[in-house]
């Protein structure tokens, strides 16, 4: 059970470029998240999905797309990287239980945009 | 959503317990209060979360007041490892959508 994995860990693009960040889950959590952090900041929701095929904005989604193709999969995308997208990306999943809902996290994704 | 407030910074000795508080005032009655928290900019890991009544794991206990406008996280034996910023979110029960950080309290663990 590895949990949310995400790929890559560290990535440096030149302004203007495109990439795609994975994120993938294997504990069949219907809810995903795409998180960025700022130095000193706390995490703010980018995007998010309730399910397969669904995706909706969080509180700063500009510069960003993103897609639900398969339930296990949450896939981040900057088509044109600027340098104000430098940040930490932390993907998330979460499911419903009895007493609320638990949230987990992967490790990171760092990107530069130089 | 109800927000939280934390200090920014708490120091705490080795071996001591670690009390971490928050407030939030606006909480409603179908928020939890849910603690995580971050080291060394690794992904966020959940402590322990609680709705109304007081909650203990294998790390941590919950405190919750009985308006539930504060609650407190309580490391019982802080070692070196518990150095982490911490974080109290409140999140609706039924809402998956609604999970905000704030800024969060940098606990320090003193040798």
């Known amino acids: 059970n590895a949990g949310v994995t995400q790929t890559p860990k560290f990535r440096v693009l030149k302004t203007g470029q495109s990439m795609t960040l994975l994120c993938a889950q294997d504990?069949?959590?219907?809810?995903m998240y795409w998180y960025r952090q700022d130095p000193g900041m706390g995490l703010r929701l980018i995007h998010y999905s309730v399910g397969e095929g669904t995706t909706a904005k969080g509180e700063v989604p500009d510069g960003y797309n993103v897609s639900r193709l398969k339930k296990q999969n949450f896939l981040l995308g900057l088509e044109s990287a600027a340098p104000s997208q430098t940040s930490v990306y932390f993907c998330?999943?979460?499911?419903?239980?009895?007493?609320?809902?638990?949230?987990?996290f992967g490790s990171g994704t760092r990107l530069t945009v130089v | 959503d109800a927000k939280t407030t934390q200090p920014p910074s708490m120091d705490c000795a080795e071996g001591r317990a670690a009390n971490l508080p928050c407030n939030h005032s606006?909480?409603?009655?179908?928020?939890?209060v849910y603690w995580y928290r971050q080291i060394h900019s690794q992904g966020p890991q959940y402590i322990i979360h609680?709705?109304?009544n007081n909650e203990t794991n294998e790390m941590a206990s919950l405190i919750i007041t009985e308006d539930r406008k504060s609650s407190t996280l309580i490391l019982p034996h802080a070692t070196l490892r518990d150095t982490a910023v911490y974080y109290c979110?409140?999140?609706?029960?039924?809402?998956?959508?609604?999970?905000?950080f704030g800024t969060g309290t940098s606990l320090t663990v003193i040798p």
């Open positions: 998330a999943s979460s499911y419903r239980q009895d007493r609320g809902r638990i949230w987990t």
């Open positions: 504990m069949n959590h219907e809810y």
């Open positions: 606006t909480i409603s009655g179908n928020e939890y």
């Open positions: 609680g709705l109304k």
């Open positions: 979110i409140v999140s609706p029960r039924d809402t998956g959508n609604q999970f905000y």
